[in-house]
């Protein structure tokens, strides 16, 4: 087990801002590691089951599946197991990908709402899978100009319908904007590195050669968030995991992850996903069994 999510570094080919790759039977078990990119990830399966673990978000499935996973929003590989005939295909694009402009230009309004419905993990329904999937599984087929505005096809279509639901209540996206800069860059690796451990401000501010009050300030404008709350979310995401995947008790998961009182875990824990540790724990057998 990957204990910390892994900032993924994707390359498109020359001459491409897209990234199509489809397979059927044959999954590359190195895929299926805890990561995140800034790249969104459209996800079709068309038969096929598995664990579906996205942020705070985990299910098993056993059918066809479609969803969209927004920039920097921690998920494992999607498909533990496909059926003979079952085939996946994954897109990855960034919110740019036909140009820094476009998205400030009216026509993007319900484009640009979907890419931030995308940062808690959307997963669309029967009747949206049905008409996008086979357009989706199309998408290898076509190259250049004529692959973007495919994809802008099923963007604009994915868009406009409400025939879905939301995987992550409250969000634990790594921030998007703010990895961008080379201080919050440099901030998000500690953190990704250290959260286990307490970390002062005196500490990170010291990364990035600033102050504790301008560090806060930088921090908050940035990211919306307070370094506090950043930290606290990569925790209760590593103990999401924690509660899946390992036999831990809840009382040990919270000192692993760098909670040094229960009760602040516990309060931490159900603001975040909108649930008790117990809770999520006890779901997850029940999902299994």
């Not at 999401?240 to 919270?254: G, P, R």
Request: glycine fraction near 6%; aromatic fraction near 12%; charged fraction near 25%.
């Amino acid at each position: 087990m990957n204990k910390k999510p892994t900032l993924k570094k994707l390359t498109p080919s020359f001459g491409s801002s897209i990234i199509v790759k489809q397979h059927s039977d044959t999954v590359d078990r190195n895929d299926a590691y805890w990561h995140f990119h800034k790249e969104l990830e459209l996800i079709y399966v068309n038969k096929g089951q598995g664990k579906t673990h996205i942020g705070n978000h985990l299910s098993y499935f056993n059918n066809s599946q479609l969803i969209l996973i927004g920039e920097y929003l921690p998920h494992n590989g999607f498909t533990d197991r496909l059926t003979a005939t079952g085939t996946e295909t994954t897109i990855h694009f960034k919110t740019d990908f036909l140009g820094e402009d476009f998205l400030n230009i009216p026509e993007a309004v319900n484009l640009v709402s979907l890419f931030k419905l995308a940062k808690n993990g959307i997963r669309f329904k029967v009747e949206t899978k049905t008409f996008i999937g086979p357009k989706i599984e199309k998408l290898s087929e076509y190259q250049g100009l004529e692959r973007s505005i495919k994809l802008m096809e099923i963007l604009r279509y994915l868009a406009l319908t409400d025939n879905y639901e939301m995987l992550n209540a409250e969000g634990v996206a790594f921030e998007a904007e703010a990895q961008e800069s080379s201080k919050i860059r440099t901030i998000f690796k500690y953190v990704n590195s250290n959260f286990e451990n307490h970390i002062t401000l005196d500490e990170i501010a010291d990364k990035v050669s600033m102050t504790v009050p301008a560090f806060c300030r930088y921090f908050k404008r940035a990211t919306g968030k307070t370094f506090t709350q950043i930290v606290n979310e990569h925790r209760i995401v590593h103990a999401t995991k924690l509660l899946n995947e390992s036999q831990m008790s809840i009382a040990d998961i919270c000192y692993e992850c760098g909670f040094n009182n229960f009760s602040h875990f516990n309060k931490q824990f159900n603001e975040i996903t909108g649930k008790s540790a117990s809770q999520y724990r006890k779901e997850i057998k029940h999902i299994i069994q």
